[in-house]
């Protein structure tokens, strides 16, 4: 467990990384991560498992289009657990459980039915499929190169954050309070238990 979460601390470190300069196309160097968006200082680039090395540039963006992916994935995960610290839907999740009979943080994944389930796998399962889910035309920002440069970086920064935040998040469910920081999961903010 311990090597798991220093591994996941290792790999969101990754994210705190900075171009020094901009990168040269030649013939010998056509592409180099090393000069990408999401690169920040004072770390400049950050991989310790070389998993950039020899890539090309297809690759890399895969690898970048999953982080970003990842990373608002964690933002809305983040938001999920401290909303509902303090707030439930009215209403029901399925045909007799309450929006507030759902137990908190990873507790909630036993309650939620089975077709429940089905139906989350299979619209995930479909945006996987289809590839486009965010990929909008209306609402692009028009923006010139190096403003949109420095929005990409902020928002894998925040979604780099975001996954260690998840990850704590996580850690502190599942110790139960043995972590001497309680069973409440949001240890900052007591008016929320009040």
Known sequence: MKFAL???????????????????TTALNAFDA????GVINPTGFFDPFNL????????FARYRAVELKHGRVCMLAVIGY??????RFPGELAFGLKFAD?????DALTVVPVLGWAQILVTI???EKKGVLGDF??????????TLAKRQTQELQNGRLAMLAFMELLRHDLSNGADGLGENLITGFPFLYN
């Open 52 to 59: 950039s090395r020899n890539k090309d540039e297809a690759t």
């Open 34 to 37: 090393k000069q990408q968006v």
């Open 6 to 24: 220093f591994a996941s601390l290792i790999a969101g470190a990754a994210a705190f990384s900075s171009p020094s300069q901009k990168a040269s």
């Open 102 to 106: 759902v137990p908190n943080g990873i």
């Open 137 to 146: 035309e209306v609402g692009k920002p028009d923006l010139d190169p190096e």
């Open 82 to 87: 401290v909303v509902q610290e303090a707030y």
């Open 125 to 127: 399962g479909a945006i």
